[in-house]
T-cell receptor
Framework: GESVGLHLPTLSVQEGDNSIINCAYS??????FIWYKQESGKGPQFIID?????DKRQGQRVTVLLNKTVKHLSLQIAATQPGDSAVYFC????????????FGKGTKLSVKP | DTEVTQTPKHLVMGMTNKKSLKCEQH?????MYWYKQKAKKPPELMFV???????INESVPSRFSPECPNSSLLNLHLHALQPEDSALYLC?????????????FGNGTRLTVT
């Protein structure tokens, strides 16, 4: 679940395992979703996106799943590596609402060697 | 390396100072954005420029003044800031302001107001 205040939800995985990061979005009118990775001292880095007419999209070592029925988004990272350690944000945008990218609270992924 | 360049990387300013943050992109993107990010929080939208015109102002105090001199540059002018304005200021750009496309972020300016 999500926490409030200064504590980010944290996911700790062993190197080589698969990671699943979950996100619940709020607006049923949202039709475009993005996952970002943010490393310490850097800006958010685009990972993968998906439009609402799809329920799955794959990239290199990453898969995004979209369940519009329950307004749920997930990011799967295969064979997690230490370089994957970062904070991951999901973001939703409603078509035509330029720039109104709404970010989720974020999940901190820690990869143990 | 990011394709959106922000300067300076760090800035310390007093409450009576005037300073500017700068952002540059050469991807031909026609939408540019300013976001503010506090520690352990997600980025929050401040301003959107669409074809060099201000299209969204998320009720940002007037002590923050954006400017878009041309399609590649975006500035954020700062004046009479408060300590609570200390944060990471992120610039982003996207290919189109009307069709969904990912935002590409710079690495931000870490601002400290004393």
């Amino acid at each position: 679940g999500e926490s409030v205040g200064l504590h980010l939800p944290t996911l700790s995985v062993q190197e080589g395992d698969n990671s699943i990061i979950n996100c619940a979005y709020s607006n049923s009118a949202s039709d475009y979703f993005i996952w970002y990775k943010q490393e310490s001292g850097k800006g958010p880095q685009f990972i993968i996106d998906i439009r609402s007419n799809m329920d799955k999209r794959q990239g290199q070592r990453v898969t995004v799943l979209l369940n519009k029925t329950v307004k749920h988004l997930s990011l799967q990272i295969a064979a997690t590596q230490p370089g994957d350690s970062a904070v991951y944000f999901c973001a939703e945008n409603r078509w035509g609402s330029q720039g109104n990218l709404i970010f989720g609270k974020g999940t901190k992924l820690s990869v143990k060697p | 390396d990011t394709e959106v360049t922000q300067t300076p990387k760090h800035l310390v300013m007093g409450m009576t100072n005037k300073k500017s943050l700068k952002c540059e992109q050469h991807m031909g993107h026609r939408a540019m954005y300013w976001y503010k990010q506090k520690a352990k929080k997600p980025p929050e939208l401040m301003f959107v420029y669409s074809y060099e015109k201000l299209s969204i102002n998320e009720s940002v105090p007037s002590r923050f003044s954006p400017e878009c001199p041309n399609s590649s540059l975006l500035n954020l002018h700062l004046h009479a800031l408060q300590p609570e304005d200390s944060a990471l200021y992120l610039c982003a750009s996207s290919a189109s302001p009307t069709f969904n496309s990912p935002l590409h972020f710079g690495n931000g300016t870490r601002l400290t107001v004393t």
